[in-house]
């Protein structure tokens, strides 16, 4: 067995200098916040709406339909991993990206940067499996670009979706509609899709083979909205994972939360697989997975909705008035602790 | 003074095998377009509209504005250049893409590949060069993305960006509107672009310094609208240069293009440093420059347009109906030839 893996890439924060760009960057924990809040809001922003989480919402024209527009670069490694590869990530990511938005995914564009060398078969399943990623998540992609860089200058393939969505939720969705009586809930099991890479790019073998979560989740978040939910935020477990999704919705709403660890679904073999990677599943990147934050008196029947498309919708925790705000506190059988954003991220280009 | 190019490099068809990419898959031409038409196209395309030039038509809503989408890549070597670099050359890039739609561009979303140890300066100077890019097209940057790959896996930086422009022309803009009383305009002298990054990068000086084209079209383009011009067509004439454009029209609207090579205005030093480094400024790729298809009774008052944004703007050809169609002939001093569209692109990492 491989050492699980190469602990000066995990946390290269522990190595930090101030004036390049490190692995941790891309992290999606602190390192990255600081960069976005640092050098792309303060260049880029021109109103509070923009630079928020998952995507843009427009009204073009003034007068047309509300949309949400959202873009996402996917370098993972390596490009095929079981349960998907970099294809169906791409298009899976930014169907995701518009969903936590509220939207109806309508329309993607793709666009390859290729290192010379790529085999073309490989272009080829990969762009078969984007075309059945986006015929099952029920969206178009309708533009597209190509471009090639010498050999060694990348890493066989990187994919960039950017996706228009139509906004079907009537309210706003994000951290700023999050209120002391709202209830956490988890749309399936976390910790798949880290494991799954880090499997296959580690050349671990366990006895059950752990396939990635890498799904669409258009349909379960607009069966919420369908079904009445006033659905206050709702975010994808990617990169840095459920804790840090919760980290940055507290930290946005100013809110605390308090997490019931017993109830947070991880699968054994995911469980058993993190023990011996020295990983905690928490913190482990999802693919097809996310929380939605709701009143709690619509609590079951989100939690019912939810479960026509995964039975291990859970509900995981809540919105506690009492607690310190902007803090994320786990109860676990020994007692309580509070959870911290990682620097960096435990796996690097994960997705 | 090194040597002008790789010649390798340059004419990867060549060596052409059918089973890996090539540098030449990148480069707009023939190579370019068969993956497109092999590869992407028959996954991708759901209606005739898709995975047209430059953008996607949207109507999201069904009631709503009539939108452009587009998205390109850039990975242009080195990331500085005279009269740009990599962030404004992103940002002009997709704002210049919706205009070739008819579009008034409203939003862009911005996504970076970065690879360790890029200095924070440089990212800085960049993303700089982005918001002033953006502010000279008048258009806001509302969402983006960072990623980060290890060192000795990128080259620096890869940037997308993807965009939503308003569409302002009544009519759709494109060759299948190209008819043979049309004349072709350009809309500033050709080469430039090409020319400034291949000297940079070779370490060529000449004597008069070369800056990019790099700028929006948006402005130029409504104009055109605006000044009630029934505007047929209209493409930038980057990767491939202003050859490769006039033949991807002629073929896709099945017509005869005569261009009259004494009108396509080139610069002495373009030229000069074209004859130095063995270049056709023709293919030569630009990054400011577009022609325009138009009927020949409104070619006066179009050219009137162009000239308030640039005096070089000139009637360089026209459709011609007795002409051989998807054929684009040029008429010399000594006669006429017929242009052929290049395998792959005379330098590689352009744009």
């Given at each position: 067995m491989n050492e699980p893996f190469d602990f000066s890439l995990a946390c290269p924060a522990s190595s930090a200098s101030n004036d390049v760009i490190e692995l941790g960057h891309g992290g999606g924990g602190r390192l990255t916040h600081r960069l976005i809040d640092e050098i792309f809001r303060?260049?880029?922003?021109?109103?509070?709406?923009?630079?928020?989480?998952?995507?843009?919402?427009?009204?073009?024209?003034?007068?047309?339909?509300?949309?949400?527009?959202?873009?996402?670069?996917?370098?993972?490694?390596?490009?095929?991993?079981?349960?998907?590869?970099?294809?169906?990530?791409?298009?899976?990511?930014?169907?995701?990206?518009?969903?936590?938005?509220?939207?109806?995914?309508?329309?993607?564009?793709?666009?390859?940067?290729?290192?010379?060398?790529?085999?073309?078969?490989?272009?080829?399943?990969?762009?078969?499996?984007?075309?059945?990623?986006?015929?099952?998540?029920?969206?178009?992609?309708?533009?597209?670009?190509?471009?090639?860089?010498?050999?060694?200058?990348?890493?066989?393939?990187?994919v960039n979706t950017s996706g228009v969505g139509l906004l079907r939720s009537r309210f706003a969705v994000g951290p700023q509609r999050v209120t002391a009586s709202d209830v956490v809930i988890v749309s399936g099991d976390v910790g798949r899709h880290g494991v799954a890479v880090m499997a296959v790019r580690e050349g671990l073998g366990f006895e059950t083979e752990i396939a990635s979560d890498c799904a669409p989740l258009a349909q379960p978040v607009l069966s919420l909205i369908e079904a009445?939910?006033?659905?206050?935020?709702?975010?994808?477990?990617?990169?840095?994972?459920?804790?840090?999704?919760?980290?940055e919705i507290a930290e946005t709403a100013d809110a605390g939360i308090e997490l019931d660890e017993a109830a947070v679904p991880v699968s054994e073999t995911v469980r058993g697989a993190c023990e011996i990677l020295g990983?905690?599943?928490?913190?482990?990147?999802?693919?097809?997975?996310?929380?939605?934050?709701?009143?709690?008196?619509?609590?079951?029947?989100?939690?019912?909705?939810?479960?026509?498309?995964?039975?291990?919708?859970?509900?995981?925790?809540?919105?506690d008035g009492r607690a310190r705000p902007r803090t994320v506190c786990i109860r676990t059988i020994g007692g309580a602790r509070e959870l911290d954003m990682l620097s960096g991220e435990q796996l690097p280009r994960i997705c």
């Open positions: 303060p260049a880029f922003a021109t109103s509070p709406g923009d630079f928020t989480h998952d995507g843009a919402m427009l009204e073009p024209g003034g007068n047309g339909a509300r949309l949400a527009f959202t873009t996402d670069s996917y370098v993972v490694r390596p490009l095929f991993f079981p349960g998907g590869d970099i294809g169906s990530l791409a298009i899976n990511g930014t169907v995701n990206d518009l969903a936590m938005c509220g939207a109806e995914p309508l329309c993607l564009s793709v666009a390859f940067v290729m290192e010379e060398g790529l085999p073309i078969d490989d272009l080829r399943r990969i762009v078969e499996s984007m075309q059945g990623a986006a015929a099952r998540a029920r969206v178009r992609i309708v533009t597209g670009d190509t471009k090639v860089v010498e050999r060694g200058h990348g890493d066989g393939l990187y009445g939910i006033d659905v206050h935020c709702l975010r994808d477990l990617t990169r840095g994972g459920l804790a840090t999704a919760l980290i990983l905690d599943p928490l913190y482990v990147a999802n693919e097809g997975r996310f929380v939605a934050f709701v009143p709690a008196a619509q609590a079951q029947l989100a939690l019912a909705c939810l479960r026509r498309f995964d039975e291990g919708a859970a509900v995981i925790g809540r919105v």
